[in-house]
């Protein structure tokens, strides 16, 4: 039996509105929550600020529903069984993921929360985020001499840009990091209707949910890098890369996925996370070089293109390019670490093919 829920979700940007939607699809009442007034009121109307196939669709169905509102009041932290953390993680210099808008709402959750409540953290997020909501929650709680009980449940997005709400509802895996068996048991409820392919429910302290989020998107751009490597080393002794990779798709052990050579990954996932992964490892002291390893391809692999075009025309001044495709990979319009925006970086006239993207691409840049 599926027991529909009130949900507040923090943050509408590309995880928090495919989790909003995909919720509010199976009946569940939510109420999105953004300090972006200009985007919240675009979604009241039902304008997507992003390409996702699917979820405007959704988006616009639930809102006319009412199953799916929206909100800019920081008191609206009350409303809900279940709130979600679904705001950016953006890295900073050194790699290491800003977590302050994540502390920010759980500060704010802490100040407005009124009865029993399960706080998810979406948002992805290093090894020990969930003890320190946990923490800053407590402290506003104690500060407002209530008695609330509450769960911080580790529960990270396993998203596909391109095929996010397929994804959302008929997901591999479900992956949750509890510590209070009565959080276990709601969150399992929630989530029972996209379970019903078979695919498991995966229970797990925290430290382990939130280190299998970077584990994972390290392992796929590994295999990215380690492809495109592969495909380089092809060119320069006359094999073919298309029918190495199809020899080695067909290894069990090894298999076909992310196996296809390119100009690099880019998008919001991969490179942040594994920067992420290899700051945490250098602020243990744990030497992991091959973290590093991965980045290094793929810096050099985005500049590929570029160095054939240079090798074809020996001399580019003056020349005039058309990039075909801007956002990092198909059905999405990101383009955040593009390979195609350094390769335009790298072009000498970059102005007139940037202008000529605008025109084409408004949604893009």
């Known amino acids: ?145 209530k008695n609330i009980q509450f769960s911080v449940v580790s529960n990270p997005e396993f998203l596909k840009e391109g095929s996010a709400v397929m994804d959302f509802m008929k997901p591999d895996r479900i992956v949750l990091g509890i510590k209070e068996s009565w959080a276990k048991q709601k969150m399992k409820e929630l989530y029972a209707a996209f379970v019903k392919n078979g695919h498991p429910i995966i229970v797990m302290n925290r430290e382990s949910a939130e280190m299998a989020k970077y584990a994972s998107n390290a392992m796929l751009a590994c295999k990215i890098s380690f492809m495109n490597q592969i495909a380089n080393l092809c060119e320069i002794v006359g094999a073919d890369v298309e029918s190495v990779r199809h020899a080695m798709s067909l290894d069990q052990r090894i298999g076909e996925h992310f196996l296809y050579a390119g100009a690099g990954y880019g998008g919001s996932c991969f490179p942040k996370d594994v920067q992420a992964l290899s700051s945490l490892a250098k602020d243990i002291q744990y030497p992991a070089p091959l973290l590093d390893a991965i980045e290094e391809v793929n810096i050099k692999q985005k500049l590929v293109l570029f160095q054939k075009i240079q090798k074809f025309f020996k001399n580019i001044e003056g020349r005039r390019f058309a990039i075909w495709g801007l956002s990092f990979k198909p059905n999405t319009d990101d383009t955040r670490e593009a390979p195609s925006i350094t390769i335009i970086d790298k072009i000498n006239t970059v102005k007139k093919c940037i202008k000529s993207a605008k025109e084409l691409t408004r949604l893009f840049l």
Do not use: W
């Open 1 to 145: 039996m599926t027991y529909y829920m009130n949900i507040s979700v923090i943050g509408t940007g590309y995880v928090g509105l495919v989790t909003a939607a995909c919720l509010s699809e199976i009946g569940n009442e939510i109420l999105c929550i953004d300090i972006d007034h200009e985007k919240i009121k675009k979604l009241k109307n039902g304008h997507i600020p992003i390409y996702e196939p699917g979820l405007e669709e959704i988006v616009k169905r639930n809102i006319k529903s009412g199953r799916l509102k929206f909100s800019t009041q920081v008191k609206d932290l009350s409303f809900g069984d279940v709130a979600f953390i679904a705001v950016g993680t953006p890295p900073k210099e050194s790699g290491r993921p800003d977590l302050s808008a994540v502390y920010q709402v759980a500060k704010s959750i802490g100040e407005h929360i009124s009865r029993q409540t399960i706080i998810v953290d979406k948002s992805t997020v290093p090894v020990g985020t969930a003890r320190e909501v946990e923490t800053i929650i407590r402290a506003q709680t104690k500060k407002r001499r």
